[in-house]
T-cell receptor, first 115, second 111 residues
Framework: ETGVTQTPRHLVMGMTNKKSLKCEQHLGHNAMYWYKQSAKKPLELMFVYNFKEQTENNSVPSRFSPECPNSSHLFLHLHTLQPEDSALYLCASSPTGLAGTGELFFGEGSRLTVL | DAKTTQPTSMDCAEGRAANLPCNHS???????VYWYRQIHSQGPQYIIH???NNETNEMASLIITEDRKSSTLILPHATLRDTAVYYCIVRVTSGTYKYIFGTGTRLKVLA
């Protein structure tokens, strides 16, 4: 248990569906991250939020739409996805500045399958 | 792009020390080296981090060369449960911290 909770853990959706992934942390961290991990590939950084503001968009297609309503919650809205978007989506949080060790705390991930 | 390079895979006998190398020749003066591991598609787990000095905690030791261009993660007595993919990361500071993962080293601990 890392303190970062992701739901759902598994999601199957068609290419025309709209769904959302949710991430929640109550660690008091101000930075939150979305990573994508395709089969047998390293983690790819998608988005970074700091104090609810997006600070990084790693050239992610617009069919992925992140939302960060507050420092504790992060969403990834999905629409008109492609089969190649099937992957493990990992959320992480970290303290900013000099607080703590600066380590990333990961959730267990949401495994997405696009049919 | 990741600022680190690691061997693709390594084997280690159970009970022996596992030494995992990492090259980060373009590291900047204020960038930290972090190590994580990932067991079978679970979320990555933090192991240790350092800037210049060698570090040790209950899980591992981190040895950083004087020029900071490479480092080695040492698991002193590897167990079967240490079988995982180990990632060496340089934490980039550009406003917010960015952690860019490379391909990692797949460590297999053999009985």
């Amino acid at each position: 248990e890392t303190g970062v909770t992701q739901t759902p853990r598994h999601l199957v959706m068609g290419m025309t569906n709209k769904k959302s992934l949710k991430c929640e942390q109550h660690l008091g961290h101000n930075a939150m991250y979305w990573y994508k991990q395709s089969a047998k590939k390293p983690l790819e950084l998608m988005f970074v939020y700091n104090f609810k503001e997006q600070t990084e968009n790693n050239s992610v297609p617009s069919r992925f739409s992140p939302e960060c309503p507050n420092s504790s919650h992060l969403f990834l809205h999905l629409h008109t996805l492609q089969p190649e978007d099937s992957a493990l989506y990992l959320c992480a949080s970290s303290p900013t500045g000099l607080a703590g060790t600066g380590e990333l705390f990961f959730g267990e991930g949401s495994r997405l399958t696009v049919l | 792009d990741a600022k680190t390079t690691q061997p693709t895979s390594m084997d280690c006998a159970e009970g022996r020390a596992a030494n995992l190398p990492c090259n980060h020749s373009t590291i900047s003066g204020n960038e930290y080296v972090y190590w994580y591991r990932q067991i079978h598609s679970q979320g990555p787990q933090y192991i240790i981090h350092g800037l210049k000095n060698n570090e040790t905690n209950e899980m591992a030791s981190l040895i950083i060369t004087e020029d900071r261009k490479s480092s080695t993660l040492i698991l002193p007595h590897a167990t079967l449960r240490d079988t995982a993919v180990y990632y060496c990361i340089v934490r980039v500071t550009s406003g917010t911290y960015k952690y860019i993962f490379g391909t990692g080293t797949r460590l297999k601990v053999l009985a």
